[in-house]
């Protein structure tokens, strides 16, 4: 079955820094854009920004550039999304999910979510 | 950026009746790049229509998407009680893609 596995859930203090990770069958991976959206608790979805692995081409939101990283391994198939100094705002779940091989596209394959808890 | 404005908030309807969301954007985009999606509580959204008015994979025929220009509706034709849920839509034509606030089908 093709499907994104995430990271388990994170529980950081504000100002830690923190990596999660997307891994993704070869077959879901390779020839994808891999996006991350994050949802606050109890709020909507909000697009963060997308990456394809096979050559590391990175659009972010303005709204999270600066403060997050996105990367990907292409020879393990896993994306990553990094944070260097971790905030209480940054709680929240984080979503990655699979675009299609074109720039413009939908996400039709999502992984269940890795839980961001960051408190003091 | 793109802003999307989905209507209403929220929806109380009984099983069996007809839900119209409404997804409208702040500026005329290609329907072609608009998408809805279905969010149950604790799991992550799911795909249900892409290019404005197909569906996905699996998706009941229940589930219709049409508009263009800058308004968009998703159709439920009959409610039926796993479809309480809340749906986003979302466009992917321009960067950064967008998505409306959400509107939650609620029972009745």
């Known amino acids: 079955e093709v499907q994104l596995v995430q990271s388990e859930a994170e529980v950081k203090k504000p100002g830690e820094s923190l990596k999660i990770s997307c891994k993704g069958s070869?077959?879901?991976?390779?020839?994808?854009?891999i996006g991350w959206v994050r949802q606050m608790p109890g709020r909507g979805l909000e697009w963060m920004g997308i990456?394809?692995?096979?050559?590391?081409?990175?659009k972010y939101s303005p709204s999270f550039q600066g403060h997050v990283t996105i990367s990907a391994d292409k020879s393990t198939s896993t994306a990553y999304l990094q944070w260097s100094s971790l905030r209480a705002s940054d709680t929240a779940v984080y979503y990655c999910?699979?675009?299609?091989?074109?720039?413009?596209?939908?996400?039709?394959?999502w992984g269940r979510g890795t839980l961001v808890t960051v408190s003091s | 950026e793109l802003v999307l404005t989905q209507s209403p908030g929220t929806l109380s309807l009984s099983p069996g009746e007809r839900a119209t969301l409404s997804c409208r954007a702040s500026?005329?985009?290609?329907?072609?790049?608009l998408a809805w999606y279905q969010q149950k509580p604790g799991q992550a959204p799911r795909l249900l229509i892409y290019g404005a008015s197909s569906r996905a994979t699996g998706i009941p025929d229940r589930f219709s998407g049409s508009g263009s220009g800058t308004d968009f509706t998703l159709t439920i034709s009959r409610l039926e009680p796993e479809d309480f849920a809340v749906y986003y839509c979302q466009q992917y034509g321009s960067l950064p893609r967008t998505f409306g606030q959400g509107t939650k089908v609620e029972i009745k």
């Open positions: 070869e077959n879901s991976f390779t020839n994808y854009w």
């Open positions: 990456i394809y692995p096979a050559v590391s081409d990175i």
């Open positions: 500026q005329i985009f290609a329907s072609a790049y």
């Open positions: 999910a699979r675009q299609g091989p074109f720039l413009h596209s939908y996400f039709d394959l």
